[in-house]
């Protein structure tokens, strides 16, 4: 059944590339790619959580290239004929077409710009975490322990999938040297649900200077009436997200009146196979409350995180304006940018490929393309701010190298005592080892 199911969905797939490659992106692209993805979820939920790793690997990758093609060989709108009749052009030969215009020396120098703010985020990024372990009682030097851990991770990955880089090897990395898993996994819970907070309040505080943004998209759909609508809906959502996160964060006992309105208020109204929705939320916010309750009395400390994940996901933001006049697009405007690319930052994060290539490029087509003056010019200001968040940090990888089985941190404290690092044996110590962070989580969710 399971891969029956995948089967269906790869046949699908493969009249969706079709379609890709000769530009036809239209409602019949919409429905393959609806039936691919429904078919392709529910095969996958059947088989056992030890083979999906293969099917996913190959997912991603299958996704990022007919993205990319879709993506390329779009037909956009390029100007008009000596007739009036509009000219069309694949999205790949407007950006041949475009790429002449750019100046070298400008490009050079927003480019550095947008390193530089990707790297004061990934610092603040870095800080962040470090406040949410100090909040555990475990201690490491900041910039030689948990900053290098930071870029080390972001190298790995660029080359894994999923969060096994970043996320993955922190955690496996304060694990290892503290010998508290317990404490890092539930750091590292906590991360996550800051993290995703800190985009949507940069999307709100952002939104009253952007608004302009939403209104082109409605102008686009044919109902620019609609985007004080579009607007509250962003409103509601992400402000009932940041609402609920930091109303846990400084009250955590409302989250458990939370959890219990959810839990009678589901149990009249989602029955049968919606009863799995109560549950999913139940999950949620108990992993939460659970992460919040270890750091009880702390609540400026959170704040600390909170402001310092906002910052990450600001600055991420803000790199697409300088890549935006790196390439030339001297009509750029700040706020708009930056809060059309917290929701392709948003979009790109629940995207099905790898590191979000295609989904970028895609999102930043559909939310600024008027903003930066074209469809090629929003494509590459997207693809330029990966390469330069990824030029910023991916040195990274000079650290991961030098790290020999024996080096240790400075120090490691563990509430306020200095650990012998006893446990760590050199000789079995060959890096990092994503089946070795999946055991270590496990055991420590069995003692929890």
């Known amino acids: 059944m399971a891969w029956g199911l995948i089967a269906i969905s790869a046949a699908g797939f493969l009249g969706l590339s079709g379609l890709a490659w000769t530009g036809s992106l239209g409602l019949k692209a919409m429905l393959l790619l609806a039936v691919t993805a429904a078919t392709y979820f529910v095969g996958r939920s059947k088989l056992p959580a030890a083979r999906r790793g293969g099917p996913d690997g190959f997912a991603k990758i299958a ?16 100007g008009k004929a000596a007739d009036g009749t509009p000219e069309y052009l694949p999205v790949y030969d407007a ?118 943004v939403l209104v082109d998209v409605m102008q686009k759909a044919g109902h620019p009436e609609r985007a004080p609508l579009l607007a509250a809906f962003i409103v509601v959502f992400a402000g009932g997200v940041c609402a609920v996160v930091i ?25 049968g196979p919606l009863a799995k929705v109560k549950g999913k939320v139940l999950g949620v916010l108990g992993q939460f409350k659970g992460a919040v309750g270890s750091y009880r009395g ?25 890549t935006a006049l790196a390439i030339g697009v001297t009509t750029a405007q700040f706020w708009p940018i930056t809060f059309g690319s917290t929701i392709q930052i948003l979009g790109t994060l629940f995207s099905p490929t790898i590191a979000g290539e295609g989904a970028r490029e895609a999102f930043q ?14 494509v590459l200001s997207a693809a330029l701010g990966f390469i330069a968040a990824e030029a910023a940090t991916l ?26 690092y006893a ?26």
Not at 365 to 378: H, K, N, P, Y
Request: hydrophobic share 50%.
């Open 63 to 78: 996704f990022t290239v007919a993205g990319c093609m879709a993506l390329l060989r779009h037909r956009v709108e390029v």
């Open 95 to 212: 950006i041949v077409n475009y790429i002449d215009q750019v100046d070298g020396q400008t490009f050079v120098t927003f480019a550095l710009v947008a390193m530089a703010v990707k790297f004061i985020g990934v610092i603040s990024s870095a800080y962040g975490w470090h406040l949410l372990l100090v909040g555990q009682g475990v201690r490491f030097p900041f910039w030689s322990k948990i900053m290098t851990s930071f870029l080390i991770g972001r190298f790995i990955g660029t080359f894994l999938p999923s969060t096994i880089g970043l996320d993955g090897y922190t955690l496996y990395d304060a694990g290892k040297y503290s010998n508290q898993w317990t404490r890092a996994i539930t750091a590292k819970t906590l991360e996550k649900f800051v993290g995703v907070t800190g985009l949507f309040l940069g999307m709100l505080l952002t939104m009253p200077f952007g608004y302009q």
């Open 298 to 322: 702390k609540v400026g400390l959170l704040m600390g995180v909170l402001f310092a994940k906002f910052v990450t996901h600001f600055t991420t933001a803000v790199v697409y304006y300088f």
């Open 395 to 420: 040195w990274g990888g000079a650290f991961m190298w030098v790290r020999k089985p024996g080096w240790r941190p400075a120090f490691t404290e563990v509430d306020g005592v200095q650990v012998d």
């Open 423 to 448: 446990w760590i044996n050199d000789a079995d110590d060959t890096g990092f080892d994503a089946d070795k962070l999946a055991k270590a989580r496990a055991q420590a969710g069995a003692q929890g």
């Open 247 to 271: 109303i846990g964060l400084v009250w955590p006992f409302i989250i458990q009146l939370l959890m219990t309105l959810v839990e009678r208020v589901g149990g009249l109204v989602l029955v």
């Open 365 to 378: 087509s559909i939310l600024l393309s008027e903003q930066l003056g074209g469809v090629a010019q929003s």
